[in-house]
């Protein structure tokens, strides 16, 4: 994959957060000060992390990071930042499965200490696969363990999407209900149609998302099942990793109540557009990791449930992905560092894909 500049993920003065963060934890934890504040080099555009330590004459903690809402300035990815939503999932999560969740220790829903709300969560250590430049290419860890070793991260990750659905109590979960009619997978769609008018508000619209959406009513399962918490941006990427087990999941700011096919859908495309990029771009890739019908056939053995309709569920998946790439291209455009094309439609990196999907010839 050819180089080329990242896209600006922050309008923020690192400096002025890190002089912030540390008077806001003196107020918190008396006598303690931020050291050693950090941007994680894998940082997205979306919610911000900073990794810091507490020096503290009687340090409980140690290593911690804090998750701050996107600055509301800075052509945000998503309308909204609900950290409170964010703390409280990881906290159920937490209590009521045996999934490693980081230890959420504050949150500050005050925009006021570093301009944005955020909580504060427990380091943990490990290593994650990358997304720049893909794990599907050649030159990191995961690329050049064995298959044995990549074989047992992928069962130990699926692993975490069948305890999640299996374990955590859907009453304790009811605050991530989605507003709207209708049963769970109605909301979430309909949520994603709103994502979609907010991001092409004020620029040109893309005829292949609408033609996905327009596709999925024709695949709408008959039976969308019984809701579960889903993570949202279930996949490996958002997983810290001790050796090939998982230490830490991450990222929960798309959690919400849905059928279980919306996360394995998620987890399946998202790896397969790493995966298509990478062969496009003329490498291998790793052809044999995280095939749909392996963790299709792994999550039935781990929880009974044969994943059902996940022709609709892969086209989702894709469908979601290209409107968050849809607002990334144009957040791009608002910083100087793209122009619209003729065609918006190729702002959205997997646009073939997505249109094969649509024409039911990608699984074939």
Known sequence: MPSAPRPRTSTRDPEDIARRLSDWLDTRLPGAKAVGVSVPASNGMSSETLLFDIEHPEPPLRACALRLAADPGAYTVF????????????????????????????????????????????RVEGRVPPDVMPYTYEGNWLHAASDEERERLEAASIGLLARLHDQVPLKEAEFLALPGEGDALHRHVAAQRAYYEWVVDGVPRSPLIEDAFDRLADLWPQDPGTPVLNWGDARIGNVVYAG?????????????????????????????????????????????????????????????????????????????????????????????????????????????????????????
């Open 79 to 122: 309308p909204v930042y609900d950290m409170v939503r964010q703390y409280r999932t990881m906290r159920v999560v937490g209590q009521h499965s045996d999934l490693p969740v980081p230890k959420v220790l504050w949150l500050e829903e005050d925009p006021g200490p570093l301009g944005a709300p955020f909580f504060v969560m427990e």
């Open 244 to 364: 090939f087990e998982p230490a830490a999941v991450l990222d929960w700011e798309m959690a919400a109540l849905a059928p279980r096919e919306v996360d394995l859908g998620w987890t399946i495309y998202l790896h397969r557009f790493f995966q298509d990029l990478t062969v496009a771009f003329g490498q291998r890739g790793l052809p044999g990791f995280l095939r749909r019908d392996r963790v299709e056939a792994r999550y039935a053995e781990l929880t009974g449930h044969t994943p059902r309709d996940m022709e609709f569920h892969t086209l989702y998946a894709a469908l979601r992905h290209a409107i968050v790439m849809l607002r990334v291209a144009y957040r791009q455009v608002r910083f100087g560092e793209a122009v619209v094309p003729a065609d918006p439609d190729t702002l959205i990196l997997h646009h073939g894909s997505l249109r094969a999907m649509v024409q039911g010839s990608y699984w074939d």
